[in-house]
Every structure is written in C-alpha cells, then in structure tokens.
C-alpha cells in the first residue's frame, strides 16, 4: 500500500510513512483528527478522523474511580498514645518500562527520516508531474507518425503539399487521439509543406490548446518539429 503524507499543526506536510508510524505520530500528539492526509489514489486531502477506523485510532478516556474511605478502626483495636507518630513511608520509585523506553528510541529515529522524507517528497512529487505530461506529449507525437509518411509520400509523388480533404486525407478533426484534438494539413506560410497539430485531454492549462507542428523543411525531405509548448514538457527533437 501506498505510504501516507500528512499536514502537521504549522500546516507543513510530511511522508510519506507507514500506517504504524501516523498512528504513533497521532497518539504523540503530533497530529489530530482533524489533521489532513492523503495517500496515492485519493482525489484530495482529507481529515485523518475518516479513516480512524482503518488505522485503529479510537480515542479513549480513563475512568479513575474515587478513593475508597479508610477503614473504621475496630473497637477491639487499642488506641495509640498521642504522643505516637508513625513515619511515613514513600512508595518506591518505578523504573520507565521497556515499552517506552523503545516508543523514546524509535521516535528520535522517525523524527529525522520525517523531515528527510518530505524534502524528498517535495522535489519527487513535481517531478513525476513533469514526466507523466512529458510522456502524454510524446504519445501524442508519436500517433502522428502515419500522417507524416501520408504527407511525404503524396509531396513526393506529386510535387506538391496536400490539403484537408484531398484525396486519401480526411478533416482535420478526423485525425483526433489520444491526447490530439485535430491536424490541419497544407503549405506553411515559409514554403515548407507539414501540418499542424492541437494538443489536447492531457490535463495541463500550459498545453492543452497548444500548438505542434511538423514541416519537410525547405528540401522536403526532412522532418522538423516545432512547438509553442515549453521545451521541459517536448522531447528533445521538437524543442526550440
């Protein structure tokens, strides 16, 4: 399963840890019911209270029963002289048990590998974004491979650059994927023949809309690739 990732009381988030080590970090005091925390899979944030059951947090209150009244001396029982006070005894001091001296070990040895953990967490999280759109922009890339040869085989034969619905090729929304919303096809304004892609459905305002576009160059028979889309999120070829 996943590991957890948690908003301590100054809002600063933390993970990921184990289920174990949230319990220990609730029952210290670190974190609350009503403490955020979210693990892979989940939409949002979400208060720890919600999954108390699942972690086995149920707080609990000690019933402390009153003191029972000291005994009634017997009437058989002699009665000591005024003059006797009796010393005192203090109870004996009790050692710390094992159990805590092991919660003391094992929290100085969590509390470090918590800040490490969201160090790392901070600079993982983003960068796996990154790669998942880098991956969705290349997928997109990669389905118009049939286009191209489409595009180069009729320039060739032809000595020209085809259009939208000439011949074999359809409208430019014929050519929709996975993460592409059209293709429009013809002659740039520089003279190269290509066509022009509209990204679209990865999930990012920054490309989304975006424009990619694929010319023969001016010897037409050479791809380029061009793109308004930053170069962090292009493969290596395509950026500017």
Known sequence: MSGWYYADRSREQHGPVTADELGTHYRYGRITLDSLVWREGMPQWLPLRDFADELGLHPTTENTAAP????????????????YRPTPVPPPKQGMSGGKIALIVAA??????LGIGGILAA????????????????????????LKLQVQEFHASQGRCPSNGEGAFGVPESYAGTYVTRATIGEFDDGTCGFEMELGN?????IDG????????????????????EDKWLPVQCRG
């Open 210 to 229: 975006r424009k990619l576009w694929w010319d023969l160059g001016s010897d037409h028979t050479e791809w380029h690739c061009s793109s308004e889309v």
């Open 123 to 146: 600079i993982a999280i983003p960068a796996y974004q990154d790669y998942t759109l880098r991956a969705k922009v290349a997928q997109a890339i990669g389905e118009s491979q049939p």
């Open 68 to 83: 029972a009244p000291p005994p009634v001396p017997s009437a058989a029982t002699p009665a000591r002289p005024a003059a």
């Open 108 to 113: 100085v040895m969590v509390v470090p590998c």
């Open 202 to 206: 990865i999930g990012n305002a920054n």
